[in-house]
């Protein structure tokens, strides 16, 4: 590999990386987890390019490679089976209790 192709698999990990950690920043201000899929999947993403892209090639192990880029195909579908058919959880919102009203607005 060129000096220059490292260089660019650096950015490409680095824009990764990156989403991920918009999603998990996203996570944990809405406390849904169709955030937390999306961020592992692209960790996962990260994690096969390097893989791929750097250092089995020379080995040979090809395929564990892409298996990892499955895992984050099936991420992705997970939280979105999840956000649609998953567990269903009302949130239900109690009123704020008042208090009493004093006695003279009620004449």
């Keep these: ?17 990156i989403a991920a950690l918009f999603f ?3 996570w944990k201000r809405t406390d849904d987890r169709f955030f937390l899929f999306f961020a ?3 960790i996962a993403i990260a994690v096969s390019r390097v893989v791929v892209d750097e250092y089995i090639p020379p080995i040979g ?6 298996m990892i880029r ?7 579908i997970a939280g979105i089976l999840y956000k649609n058919i998953g567990v269903r959880v009302r949130r239900t919102v109690t009123p704020p ?9 009620l004449l």
């Design 24 to 26: 998990v920043r996203f």
């Design 70 to 76: 499955i895992l984050s195909y099936l991420f992705i």
């Design 40 to 42: 592992a999947s692209f």
């Design 97 to 105: 209790r008042s208090a009493p009203l004093p006695q003279e607005h």
């Design 61 to 66: 192990y090809e395929p564990f490679g892409y």
């Design 1 to 17: 590999m060129t000096p220059l192709t490292h260089v660019l698999l650096g950015a490409v990990l680095m824009g990764d990386l």
